[in-house]
């Protein structure tokens, strides 16, 4: 996580300040993490699937292309996984509809006027 925030710290124009939200990964999170002062992190609240729009994505994911299924290794996790992510790209629309949770489309409209 230091290094992503180090790294993703450098893209960020001088006038410029981030907010990156996160849900509750370990990683996401600790005493050692130095946050750069362009950044500033907001976690979610626990157990709050419907503040995190790729949740449903994972769920999609998983119930169309990655359930019911044994892999032998991590490549062919990461083999799966990336056929499954380029399937739903290819299907025009529907990651829009996943992740556009009607909370979202509000605060995008209140955001650009």
């Not at 503040?51 to 044994?70: C, D, G, I, Q, Y």
Request: charged share 20%; net charge positive; aromatic share 8%.
């Amino acid at each position: 996580m230091q290094a992503f925030l180090d790294a993703f710290a450098e893209t960020i124009a001088k006038n410029e300040h981030v907010v990156l939200v996160l849900d509750g990964a370990g990683w996401h999170s600790g005493r050692a993490l130095s946050v750069p002062a362009s950044i500033t992190l907001v976690p979610l609240p626990p157990y709050s699937p419907e503040l995190n729009p790729v949740e449903r994505v994972w769920l999609h994911l998983k119930a169309r292309f990655l359930s019911l299924r044994l892999l032998n290794d991590y490549k062919a996790i990461v083999t799966a996984t990336s056929r499954a992510w380029k399937r739903l790209c290819r299907d025009t629309g529907r990651l829009a509809s996943l992740t556009a949770y009607p909370w979202i489309m509000r605060a995008k409209l209140r955001v650009e006027h």
